[in-house]
Structure formats: C-alpha cells, structure tokens
C-alpha cells in the first residue's frame, strides 16, 4: 500500500504575516540603551519637581529606541534624530492647537497634518518614522494638557530622544577589539557583505542561489547605508574609514562576478568561497588578509572572480582608495516628486481618512466625557497612526497585532499596579519595558504589549489614574475605523504605492541594461574600426517613449551611456573608471528593486480588498530581477571577450518583450526601452 503525503493547507497571507516573527540573538548593546533612556530620565525628572516635563521626555527616549536598529552610529543620527526633530515640531503644534483651536479647526489642521505627513512618508524609512513621530506626538500635544507651553514640551522631547542618541553613540559596543568602536557597525556591515558573497558562491548551482543573492543585495544596500551617513566633511577624515570605504569598494566586483556565477548555474569549487571569507574576517578583526586561493579561470566569471580578488587583496593592503559608495543622488525635486506622486498621494490620502477620522472619534467621546474625570484623548489617534502605515506592514496584521498586543499590555500593567509601590516601582517598570522595547520589536503584537505597559506608567506617574480598560476600548475602536476606513474606495488607481516603486525599480534597471549595451556596442566599433551598423528596437510591446534610446547621463560624477570607455589591450568594453559608473548603476537598480519587492510583499499580505489591486506587480518584479542578473552575467561576459553574443542578445530581447507585455497590462509606467546591439 502507498502512502499518501498528506499536505498542509497554506494560511492565507496575511493571517501567515500576523504569525511571522524575526529572529536571532539577544541585540544586547540597544537592550542596555533602553534600559538607560526612559526610566532614569524619568527618576531625574521626579527629583527634580519636573514630572510632567519627565514624562515627555521619556516617551520621546521609547519612540527613539524604537528607531535604535542595527548600523553605524553615524547612520543613526539621521534615523534617530531626524524623526525626533519632526516629533518637537509636531509636540509643540499639536500643544498650540490644542490650546487655542476648538474641536473642528483642531480636527481639520490634524486631518491636513496627516496628509502631508503621510505623503512624505512614501519617500522611505527615515520619511516614514519622522511622518509617524509627528503625528503621534501632535495627537499627544493636543489630547495631553500638561502645564507646560508648547516650546518647552519640544525641548524636553528633543531632550529625551537626544539622551538615547547620545548613548547610541557614546555607549561602545560589546566585545570592540583594541578599544576603537566608532566603526564597529561599519565594520560589521562590510564584512557581512563579503561573508553573503561567499554565501552566494556556495549555493551556486543549487535552488537556494536566488535567496542568496538576495541576502547580498541587502548586505550591500546595509552596507551602503551604514558608510554614508550623515557628516561634517564630504569625504572621510581617518584612515579607519577611509581603509572600511576602499574595503566596501573592492566587495562590489566581487558581488558582480558571483552574481553572474549563480546565474550561470554552475556550482563552484568550495576553494572560490574560500577567499571572500578570509576578507570578510580580515575587515572583522582588522588583520591582514594574507595569501587568497584563487579559484580557477575556466570560465568568464571565474576569471572575473580571480580578478576580483585579486583588487581586493591590493585593496586591503594599501588600506585606501575609491571613497565612492555608488549611491543614488536624490535631489529635493526628485523627494517632492516622490511625496505628492501618485504613490504619496494614496499614502496621504490613506492616513489623513484615518488620522482625520480617530481625532473626530477621540473629541466625540472627549466632549461626552465617556473618558471620566480626566482629559486626554490622545491614545486612539495615536493608536491610528500606528496602524495606518502601509510600509510598517499589512493592514489588518498591524490591527490584529496591535489588539492582541494592547489587550495582553494592559491587562497585565492593571496587574503590575496593583501589587508596585509608587512611584518608584513605575520608574522600576518603565526602565524595564525601555530594555526590552529592541527585543519587543521582533513582533509587532509584543512591541505593542511592552509599549503599552510602559505608556500606561509613564501616565500613571504623571497623575492619570490607572486607564487599563478605557485604553483597550480605544485601541479596539481605533481597529475598527482602521479596518473601515482603510478598506473605503479611494479616487484614481489604488496600488499607487507599489507601482510607483516598481516603475522606479523598471527605470533604475533600464538604465544600467542601457548603460551595459553601450559598453557591447563601444566595444564592437572598437574591433570593427566602426560602430555596429545596425540595430534592433526591443521591448516593442512596452511601447518606446520618445526618450528611446537614451543618451549620457551622469552618475556619481561621471558619464553615463554609449560613450563607454574602451580597454585597446584586451578588446573589453568598460576600463576602470567606466566599471564604477557600471557599478553605480547596477547597485542603483538592486536596490530599487529591492524596494519595490519589500513593497509588492507587503500589499499582497493584505485582505483580498486591498490586495487585488497589485496583482500581477511579482510577475514584473521576477522579470526585472531576472534581466537585471542576466545584464551582471552579459558585463562579466564584456570585459572578458569584449562582444556580446547571439544567445545573450536573444535572452535579453526575450526578457524586455515579456516585460513590455506585462507593464502594459498591470498598467506600470514604461520607462525608455533599452536598444539591443546586433550580436557579433
């Protein structure tokens, strides 16, 4: 008798989205930080007579812990304290309109406020935290009357969030080698890029090389984010970062090699792996690289590895070379374009409904006094914000999370009141939940357990009495008008969001397919003493605009497009110089499309409602993902044969005729379609 495989229905996505949880170790240097911010800031203020202004400032210290991810510490000036001067701005608005604005004009400058703030938002990270801290600190302005104006609140604000960002740059890191740390999340970063390349090499050949890859894209884009923060100089002033910068510099032609290595399909010794990994623990420990095994040179890309290697050791060895990081120049028009786009105005639009909707509920049950004696109402729009935010995650995971989260929160804070002295076992309370907010933030559900326990004293302390049940009630209510509102009909075509950064994604690869054709017809005019003579239109079902055929452009300071610099010894299309523009554009297009997946995931984890209006958007993003790998394998072939031939000009025209195709039924925007030389 067979047995039959008895197969496990699969959740529907956006219940397997609630359930998912990151993992990994104890991230004990932010745990340490929490455990230093709010709780004894709040000590500081009850000694001193100030509490109120305590209080502020702790709940500042929570919002900047909750921003206190893995990187560098000059990249968390700009993720900490950017959010946190938006936060002062709105804390001391809010107040203001609190104070001299009746319930409609209030309701309307907040419902405004939501839609700029969410149309920002659109433009990433950094945007997203600084639109949610200024709308939740305006609700908290307007719905928490203390005795102070609204300057001083801002200041205490700053002041908290200021005080964490002081620890996060101050504090060093557990286990710094030599007693040097400034670099540490530089350090770590780097090297985890050349430890994914490894990774990527070892899968090579097998069905996990497209995860793989993946992991290096995002290795590099941490890495790159890591390196450029915020700085006083333009370039780098120690040798420490200018040593990590060359180091950074010299992963990129390795990731391009075994990039086109995984592409190929073929499995590569476990000696190719070898040399990448000796790298990524000489950036760790800060040693010598010593001898590198080089792989064999039987192939393009195995010879392009060796290549590589070999630059890198010369790199690790001088200790100093190319400062650029081959990122995006995103100038203030592009940012606008960005925030009042199509994208940006669904966003804004989505969260201002909402936010506008949670202030007209809070005031409603404010003026029927369903609070009681006291008079803050702030919780449920803040709880909206929270919620609303379609790049923290999916709708309705963020709702069912957050019920959970707050039910379990208050329930066991009513506990914890009833049984702690006051108000030192509150301050007790709050430094504890302050520790483990950066472990809570694995799951939304115990983030907004940890938190609520730690709002929940932070008030108490201030002189509310204790609200358990009336804050579960306005969480639940602010699920429902989520839930409602978020699901209500929207003007124009809804996925806005998710087509404009696939759209974005479909630029940034075109222009690097365009920029690697360049280098394949430079190369051809090279050998034949004439430039190809003929050329064939691909892509002609994505419709050419009339910026077909794009010309040069510039990139990082250096020219982009046909005029490619040509290698006369070895008959290869790209010389040093041009390779970094290459690079450029090819880090450009991973990272864009890397949004745009991070994106399309998101929205098809919502309910059915939503989630149908991005359908088809994962077909485009494959396609794109697989052009984009098989012009890094066409670049490998370049520089090694200086041609392109027949069975790469057939597979790339192939990709950019089904791309045509689906752009134009899923309705994203076509960019200028590449032209296709004709193969020698």
Request: proline fraction near 6%; charged fraction near 15%; hydrophobic fraction near 50%.
């Amino acid at each position: 008798m067979s047995r039959r495989a008895t197969r496990r229905p699969e959740l529907p996505p956006w219940i397997a989205h609630t359930l998912r949880a990151q993992r990994g170790p104890v991230p004990w240097s932010p745990v340490v930080r929490g455990a230093l911010a709010a709780g004894p800031l709040l000590l500081a203020a009850l000694l001193l007579g100030r509490v109120s202004l305590g209080v502020v400032a702790a709940i500042a210290a929570m919002l900047a812990g909750i921003n206190d991810r893995p990187g560098s510490r000059r990249a968390s000036v700009q993720r900490i304290g950017v959010p946190a001067l938006a936060g002062a701005a709105g804390l001391c608005a809010g107040t203001y309109a609190g104070q001299y604005a009746g319930p409609v004009p209030l309701t309307v400058l907040l419902t405004a406020l939501g839609l700029l703030a969410g149309g920002v938002s659109a433009i990433g990270p950094v945007a997203s935290s600084a639109g949610t801290q200024v709308l939740v600190a305006a609700a908290v302005g307007a719905g928490m009357p203390l005795p102070e104006s609204g300057w001083q609140r801002a200041l205490a604000f700053l002041a908290g969030a200021g005080w964490l960002l002081a620890l996060r740059l101050v504090l060093p890191t557990p286990g710094s080698a030599g007693g040097d740390f400034r670099f540490d999340g530089e350090r770590a970063a780097v090297a985890r890029v050349y430890d994914a390349i490894a990774d990527l090499l070892d899968a090579a050949g097998t069905g996990h090389a497209e995860a793989r890859r993946a992991a290096l894209t995002a290795a590099l884009d941490q890495a790159q984010d890591a390196l450029a923060g915020p700085r006083l100089r333009r370039h780098p002033s120690s040798a420490a970062e200018r040593r990590l910068h060359a180091q950074y510099a010299a992963a990129l032609p390795l990731a391009e090699a075994a990039t086109a290595l995984a592409w190929a399909g073929r499995a590569v010794t476990p000696r190719s792996a070898a040399g990448p990994r000796r790298l990524a623990a000489a950036v760790r420990d800060r040693r010598p690289t010593g001898p590198l095994p080089a792989p064999d040179r039987s192939a393009p890309a195995l010879r392009a590895l060796d290549d590589a290697l070999l630059h890198a050791a010369e790199a690790f060895d001088r200790g100093d070379g190319r400062r650029e990081l081959h990122t995006r120049r995103r100038t203030a028009r592009h940012l606008l374009t960005v925030a009042f786009g199509r994208g940006g105005r669904e966003y804004g639009l989505r969260v201002a409904l909402c936010f506008g909707t949670g202030v007209t509920a809070a005031q409603a049950l404010h003026h029927a006094h369903w609070y009681g004696s006291h008079t803050h109402w702030y919780w449920l729009p803040a709880t909206v914000v929270f919620l609303v935010k379609p790049d923290l995650g999916p709708v309705v995971s963020r709702v069912l999370c957050r019920a959970a989260g707050t039910v379990l929160g208050a329930l066991l804070f009513a506990g914890l009141a009833a049984v702690l002295p006051r108000p030192e076992g509150l301050v007790a309370l709050v430094a504890v939940c302050g520790a483990l907010v950066p472990v809570a933030t694995r799951h939304f559900a115990a983030q907004t357990a940890v938190v609520t326990v730690l709002v929940l004293a932070l008030v108490m302390v201030g002189g509310e009495p204790q609200a358990s049940a009336g804050r579960i009630g306005e969480t639940l209510l602010a699920c429902a008008i989520v839930l409602v509102v978020g699901h209500l009909p929207l003007p124009g075509q809804r996925g806005g969001g998710v087509r404009q950064r696939l759209t974005e994604a479909a630029t940034a690869v075109y222009a690097y397919v365009t920029h690697v054709l360049g280098e394949a017809e430079t190369a051809a005019g090279n050998r034949d003493g004439a430039g190809v003579g003929a050329c064939v239109a691909a892509g002609a079902a994505g419709g050419a605009g009339p910026e077909a055929g794009v010309g040069a452009r510039t990139v990082a300071g250096a020219q982009v497009g046909p005029a490619a610099v040509v290698d006369t010894h070895s008959g290869a299309a790209a010389g040093p110089g041009d390779r970094v523009v290459r690079w450029t554009l090819r880090r450009e297009a991973y990272r864009a499309l890397a949004e745009a997946r991070t994106a399309i995931a998101l929205a098809s984890a919502e309910l059915p409602a939503l989630a149908r209006h991005t359908e088809g958007t994962d077909e485009i993003a494959a396609l794109l993902e697989r052009l984009l790998d098989t012009t890094t394998a066409v670049g490998v072939h370049l520089d090694d044969t200086g041609r392109l031939g027949p069975a790469h000009t057939r597979l790339l025209g192939d990709l950019l005729d089904r791309l045509g195709e689906k752009r134009e039924r899923v309705g994203v925007a076509a960019p200028a379609v590449p032209r296709l030389p004709v193969a020698a």
